[in-house]
């Protein structure tokens, strides 16, 4: 199987680009194709395009709730994307004129999604939540420049704007989206809500919407007909949960930023799947 290159416009706090492997094997390990695979937290999005890129599933739904996310996906998915396409390529990045533009108010949708990848290009950690901070040094010492590649922008939504026509975005509630479809049996969900279990952990500063009921989500999720995966910061009440519903937890070191460990826990019905799975600690 071809092995699609990465595609979303955003760079975003907890990205999922590290999972590519697991959702193969994942969904590889179902026996049948989808005919839709739901990501109702869906942020930047790379998991579902990367499932619609590789053919992996027959129809894709994206669902956001936050607005300025959302203007990005609405534009590619249904609206004018050419127009954002070059307007990215014929941006004159400089810091005066992205203080000038991020200070305008958008005219229409297409601007609100400029201004929206143009925000998260130049935010530290791509964070688009109210008052993050901006990039300082970046890649090379080279700040915000180090974050700006219009050519490789322009050319992610250009794909992703030939692959919409199995593409659905929804802007709302993951969580009401997730219930829609939670009796069908040829659906697969790949849940990762961008919040946290833990309010002294990121997601309470990260995200805009980072409050949610993870009682009530594992109730959801447990009785879905569809399979699905799951992924959360590793925290002793997510892995509660996961042990009250009867469900599999495997744990994957990874390190983030600053090159410490940390580790990111996946969640299913059944993840013998996954090779040597480790065990539970």
């Known amino acids: 199987m071809k092995r ?13 680009t590290w999972l590519a492997p697991y959702v193969r094997q994942w969904l590889d390990s179902i026996g049948h194709k989808p005919t839709e695979f739901i990501e109702p937290f869906a942020g930047g999005g790379s998991v579902g395009l990367l ?10 739904t994206l669902v956001e709730r936050d607005e300025q996310v959302a203007s990005v996906w609405r ?3 249904y609206g004018d994307w050419k127009w954002l396409a070059e307007r990215i390529v014929a941006f004159d990045f400089t810091p ?9 108010e958008p005219r229409d ?26 990039l300082k040094k970046g890649e090379r010492e ?17 794909s992703i704007a030939s692959l919409r026509s199995r593409i659905t975005f929804i802007e709302g509630d993951g969580i009401e989206v997730i219930q829609r479809f939670a009796a069908r049996s040829d659906a697969a969900f790949f849940i990762d809500p961008p919040y946290t279990a833990d309010e002294k952990k990121a997601g309470s500063r990260l995200y805009r919407y980072h409050r949610i009921d993870h009682e009530s989500l594992f109730i959801l999720t447990s009785e879905l007909a569809g399979d699905f995966l799951m992924t959360y910061s590793d925290h002793r ?4 949960l996961a042990q009250t519903f009867s469900l599999h937890v495997y744990r994957i070191c990874m390190h983030n930023t600053h090159h410490s460990p940390m580790h990111e826990i996946l969640i299913g019905r059944d993840l ?7 065990p539970l600690s």
């Not at 499932?51 to 894709?60: F, I, P, R, T, Y």
């Not at 009440?237 to 509660?240: G, K």
Request: net charge positive; proline share 7%; glycine share 8%.
């Open 51 to 60: 499932v619609v890129s590789e053919g992996l599933a027959d129809h894709v």
């Open 4 to 16: 699609s290159r990465f595609l979303s416009p955003f760079r975003y706090p907890g990205g999922k």
């Open 237 to 240: 009440a997510v892995l509660t």
């Open 142 to 158: 080279r700040g915000w420049y180090s974050r700006w590649y219009p050519e490789t922008l322009k050319d992610r939504i250009e």
């Open 75 to 77: 534009t590619v998915i």
């Open 96 to 104: 005066q004129a992205v203080q000038v533009e991020l200070t305008r």
């Open 272 to 278: 013998r799947w996954i090779p040597e799975q480790l």
């Open 109 to 134: 949708l297409p601007e609100k999604a400029f201004q929206t990848i143009l925000r998260n290009r130049i935010s530290h950690g791509g964070i688009l939540a109210p008052g993050a901070g901006r």
